[in-house]
């Protein structure tokens, strides 16, 4: 029997070969290693800052929204919620960049209409498909929009707007925020029903636009609420209609485009958060958890009604089927008015 010695090595057994000794030693460094992984597994949520893609300038109507609700997110998830605008080529850059980060939760987006419904019926060389690559983590809610014309137009009513566009048409020139975006499309939508024609005039943004409507270089604009709301307040331009199927409590004078002459006309965009495709189910959780959270706040709601944002009361998988019926009708309306892009 072999004696053991306190202090001397033990000689493996003779039977045990350099290939049984090199597998021994990676199970082992195997081992040392299970304990920390399953340890980052289960590591809190989220530990570093947040960041928000918004794929518009600042200023536009997705930008306001989500820096309404950075802050109290920031409060709620434990860690900065920082926003980040990534604009260009119609929200498809700032989308692609969600789309194309690391699924940790740590990159949401806040998607639209114009990203998630638009554009995948719009171009047909999107290296993403929104439906595919994104996961709905909460809606924000559904935006109408205020059509506005510059004061020095003679144009005082909605009727008399629809009475001159079929007088002389194509005289009437309408911004919008780009080429095939909602706002270009929701007068696209009010051109087919009411059979008129006017001259579409596209911007590389709402707040270029704006500009030109308060310059008085075009005559409207068909404008989300949050960002139309203090020019319609602040009386630089003059309020016609709204997109909404009710009016909006904030304009109760300002009839909708269906009772003020385009019967079943109707326009509502959606903001909500996304996630890349993948986030694990824990961590969804948390940020679908935290979001709906915030979002329902009474002051919240209270703030996201000053801008016209109407809470719809969807959850994830609902809001899903929202966007999938939305990205259908747009996609029709499009196909109808003819709309491509370069």
């Known amino acids: 029997m072999t004696e053991l010695r306190p202090g001397r090595p033990v000689a493996p057994p003779a039977s045990l070969g350099r290939r049984t000794l090199l597998g021994t030693g990676l199970a082992g460094l195997a ?4 304990g920390p992984r399953d340890g980052w597994a289960n590591e809190r949520f989220p530990s570093k800052p947040v960041r928000v893609i918004v794929p518009f ?4 109507a997705a930008d306001v929204i989500t820096r309404l609700l950075a802050d109290p997110l920031s ?4 860690q900065h ?3 980040e605008n990534r604009s260009g080529a119609g929200g498809r850059v700032g989308t692609e960049a969600a789309v194309r980060a690391p699924a940790d939760g740590y990159t949401m987006l806040m998607g639209s209409q114009a990203t998630n419904s638009i554009n995948p019926e719009l171009y047909t060389d999107l290296s993403y498909d929104p439906a595919k690559d994104l996961v709905p983590v909460a809606m924000v809610g559904g935006v109408g929009s205020i059509l506005y014309v510059r ?3 003679d144009v005082h009513s909605f009727q008399q707007l629809l009475e001159r566009a079929r007088q002389k048409p194509g005289e009437l020139t309408y911004g919008s925020a780009g080429n095939g975006g ?3 499309l929701a007068m696209a939508l009010l051109e087919t029903m009411a059979k008129v024609r006017m001259t579409h005039i596209p911007y590389r943004g709402t707040a270029p636009a704006t500009a030109d409507v308060l310059a ?4 409207m604009l068909c404008d989300p609420v949050p960002t139309a709301m203090p020019h319609v307040l602040g009386g630089r331009v003059r309020a016609l209609a709204v997109t909404t199927p009710q009016r909006l409590p904030g304009l109760p004078d300002v009839p909708t485009m269906a009772e003020a002459g385009v019967p079943g006309y109707e326009a509502v965009s959606y903001y909500g958060l996304f996630a890349p495709t993948g986030v694990p189910d824990r961590i969804l959780s948390t940020l679908r958890t935290a979001s709906a959270k915030v979002i329902t706040d009474p002051e919240m709601t209270r703030r996201l009604e000053e801008q016209g944002i109407m809470n719809l009361g969807l959850g ?3 809001f899903a089927d929202y966007v999938a019926k939305d990205r259908k009708r747009w996609g029709e309306v499009i196909r109808a008015a003819g709309i491509t892009v370069s």
């Open 31 to 34: 081992a040392n290693f299970a």
């Open 57 to 60: 300038p600042p200023a536009g």
């Open 316 to 318: 994830p998988e609902a």
């Open 182 to 184: 909602g706002s270009h």
């Open 151 to 153: 004061n020095s137009l």
């Open 75 to 78: 409060k709620e998830l434990g």
């Open 81 to 83: 919620v920082v926003v």
């Open 216 to 219: 008085g270089q075009i005559d």
